[in-house]
């Protein structure tokens, strides 16, 4: 139902797994998180935010995770929750961004001693860093599918290119909130709490989280333009 790791400094990661959790009610009477934390874990179509509780301290990090899974033709992301507190970081996963924790207990390995935003920035990094592989292979399918376009028109290739348009347009935009996300940490007075370690490793997360968003955005609009040549050909 849960893992639990020791940070170090007597912090502690928790992660739930949504689909072994028996009873929703435990994520409020044995883990205290509040209802409207628990509607964020479980809402599909959250969008990425952080929402800052002033009273507790508690800070909820809502972020774009890609799903492996592919359940259609494209590929789409899904949200996923870092519920940060003073000594303990909560993650509420499921079996879509379960690849996820594993790459954190990956990287826990060389990392036995790590502050909370620490380990929680080099997760978002981890996070960007999965999209990669898989923006490859969608930039070589645009290709694939621009060379059969351009010798034959097929109702094949055009769905082919479709799909590819809106799994990228998915991807673009989750990758572009989880900038702003990022962004919206920078300009926030928490920013100013984080150490020096901290900082730089918020800073690695930032530079994936833009690379992210140029690598989507440029395959996205060749994706367009090949769309408009195919409704109006030369």
């Not at 790791?5 to 072994?20: A, F, H, R, S, V």
């Not at 009873?23 to 209802?35: P, T, V, W």
């Not at 259609?72 to 929750?81: G, L, N």
């Amino acid at each position: 139902m849960f893992l639990e790791k020791q940070l170090g400094n007597g912090c502690t990661w928790i992660n739930l797994d949504l689909d072994k959790l028996k009873k929703l009610e435990d994520l409020s009477e044995i883990y205290g998180l509040d209802k409207e934390t628990i509607e964020y874990a479980l809402d599909k179509n959250e969008r990425a935010h952080m929402d800052y509780n002033r009273e507790n301290g508690t800070v909820t990090f809502i972020y774009n995770v890609l799903d492996l899974e592919k359940d259609k033709e494209y590929y789409e992301a899904i949200p996923m929750t870092f519920i940060v507190e003073k000594q303990r970081i909560i993650t509420i996963s499921n079996h879509k961004n379960a690849y996820v924790i594993e790459r954190m207990l990956t990287y826990l390995k060389t990392h036995e001693i790590i502050s909370i935003y620490k380990f929680l920035f080099a997760s978002l990094e981890i996070i960007s860093n999965a999209y990669y592989p898989v923006i490859e292979q969608m930039d070589k399918s645009k290709d694939e599918v621009n060379g059969l376009l351009r010798q034959r028109t097929t109702k094949k290739n055009l769905f082919a290119l479709s799909d590819l348009e809106t799994g990228m347009v998915y991807l673009t935009a989750a990758a572009k909130q989880n900038r702003m996300l990022l962004e919206h940490i920078q300009g926030h007075a928490l920013y100013r709490s984080f150490n020096e370690i901290e900082r730089e490793q918020f800073d690695d997360a930032m530079i994936e989280a833009h690379q992210l968003v140029s690598m989507t955005d440029l395959i996205s609009q060749v994706l367009q333009q090949i769309s408009i040549l195919q409704q109006y050909p030369k």
